[in-house]
């Protein structure tokens, strides 16, 4: 089955500067990876994701970039605020349609700092 | 739309008892994944139904089960609860053919 490893599990950052977080994964028939953020007492909310025929996808301060040759994927956020402070997972899988299965990531925790 | 809902938000329970919790999709998705989180072991994938059919199912024991209903609605039961099994367990929501998964709020559940 699919592994995803996640680095680093913490980070912190000061406020302004940018965060990477970065996940490998071991299922070539992987082709989708979502990255999902949980703050304290709350959901994951899924913030970005990216399809295994793209390379990079852009939505404003937030960056997802796949390398599918070397089954690894990267979460970019710049110009980081303190309201970025969460729980970040990235996540491997797919869907054929009627059955899906997401592979989480141990998650890393990423604290902004003033 | 409403968002993925689920109940009990919070249960104690003893060891060897069973518990059953509830999950509602959003209206016109029809899969329905489980997951438990733990600090230790993250967001591990439980099973996912679909059209009241199991279509896929992570590593777990039998203790674990689930099931969903005609209208969307599914329900996942654990039965001789362990102290292990204490943890936030999500429900999450997918349409057909689609990728994302919307996640529940989450039942957290205390074995004692």
């Known amino acids: 089955g699919e592994n995803v490893e996640q680095h680093p599990s913490t980070l912190s950052v000061q406020e302004g500067d940018s965060a990477v977080i970065k996940c490998t994964y071991s299922?070539?028939?992987?082709?989708?990876f979502p990255w999902y953020k949980q703050e304290l007492g709350k959901r994951p909310q899924l913030i970005i994701d990216?399809?295994?025929?793209?390379g990079e996808k852009k939505d404003q301060r937030i960056a997802v970039t796949l390398n599918k040759t070397a089954k690894h994927f990267s979460l970019h956020i710049t110009e980081t605020q303190p309201e970025d402070s969460a729980v970040y997972f990235c996540?491997?899988?797919?869907?054929?349609?009627?059955?899906?299965?997401?592979?989480f990531g141990t998650g890393t925790r990423l604290q902004v700092t003033l | 739309k409403a968002g993925v809902t689920q109940t009990p938000r919070y249960l104690i329970k003893t060891r060897g008892q069973q518990v059953t919790l509830s999950c509602s999709p959003i209206?016109?998705?029809?899969?329905v994944s489980w997951y438990q989180q733990t600090p230790g072991q993250g967001l591990q994938f439980l099973f996912e139904?679909?059209?009241?059919?199991?279509?896929n199912k992570g590593n777990f024991p039998g203790r674990f089960s689930g099931r969903q209903f005609s209208n969307s609605r599914s329900e996942m039961n654990v039965s001789t609860l362990e102290l292990g099994d204490s943890a936030l367990y999500l429900c999450?929501?997918?349409?057909?053919?689609?990728?994302?998964?919307?996640f529940g709020p989450g039942t957290r559940l205390t074995v004692l």
């Open positions: 299922d070539s028939a992987s082709n989708y």
């Open positions: 996540a491997g899988g797919g869907n054929t349609g009627t059955a899906s299965k997401l592979t």
């Open positions: 990216i399809r295994s025929n793209v």
């Open positions: 139904y679909f059209s009241e059919t199991q279509r």
């Open positions: 209206s016109g998705h029809r899969s």
């Open positions: 999450a929501s997918r349409g057909t053919g689609r990728d994302t998964q919307y």
